[in-house]
């Protein structure tokens, strides 16, 4: 409900808004104790990176990029 109210309270019609929910949801709901929510974000970030290398691969032949994580 919090995540909801926040998102009510900060312009529900912009992405600000919605950003701001979506941080709430994920350090309520997804984050464990020893993790914040940026450390949930890249590792959702690296999983969708991933389904859509896998979905839409490269064609034969070409050139391999490496994918990298700052």
């Known amino acids: 409900m919090t995540s909801l109210r926040i998102w009510a309270q900060t312009k529900p019609a912009t992405a600000e808004g919605v950003a701001r929910a979506v941080i709430d949801f994920i350090a309520q709901f997804l984050t464990e104790e020893h993790e ?5 974000l890249r590792r959702l970030e690296a ?5 859509a290398l896998d979905a839409h ?3 034969a032949g070409a050139y391999p990029v490496r994918l990298t994580t700052a």
């Not at 914040?36 to 949930?40: E, G």
């Not at 999983?47 to 389904?51: C, E, F, N, P």
Request: charged share 15%; aromatic share 0%; glycine share 16%.
């Open 36 to 40: 914040d929510a940026a450390d949930i």
């Open 47 to 51: 999983v969708g990176v991933g389904q």
């Open 57 to 59: 691969p490269a064609p």
